[in-house]
């Protein structure tokens, strides 16, 4: 049966978006060959939105402590947008190199 999941992020600056994942965000990886590296994450889960007029997938990161977080990696140079109460968690977004928008939240629930 299934036993975990994969998830892809598509940039324009591989290096730089493997180095910012290893280096700056600290996820353990390995190297599967010619420099493509394989991130180990820490657990993980998921939800179905409803939509009326668009489908796609998102992956977001989760964290204890969105402010301590953020000030944690701004020193070492990410950059977010402001913290905002969506209801379901306290939520920011920052980029990573070559790519989009990435969430990270604090959620409310357990």
Not at 37 to 44: E, G, H, V, W, Y
Not at 93 to 105: D, K, S
Request: hydrophobic share 35%.
């Amino acid at each position: 049966m299934i036993k975990g999941m994969h998830g892809l992020f598509y940039t324009t600056e591989p290096e730089n978006a493997r180095a910012f994942f290893r280096d700056v965000l600290g996820f353990p990886a390995r190297d599967v060959g010619d420099g493509w590296l394989i991130f180990d994450t820490p657990a993980a889960d998921f939800g179905c939105h409803p939509s009326t007029d668009t489908t796609h997938h998102e992956i977001s990161f989760i964290c204890d402590d969105i402010h301590e977080t953020v000030k944690e990696l701004e020193a070492k140079g990410v950059q977010f947008e402001p913290v905002s109460d969506q209801g379901f968690g306290l939520v920011t977004t920052f980029r990573l190199p070559g790519g989009g928008p990435i969430l990270l939240y604090q959620p409310k629930y357990e």
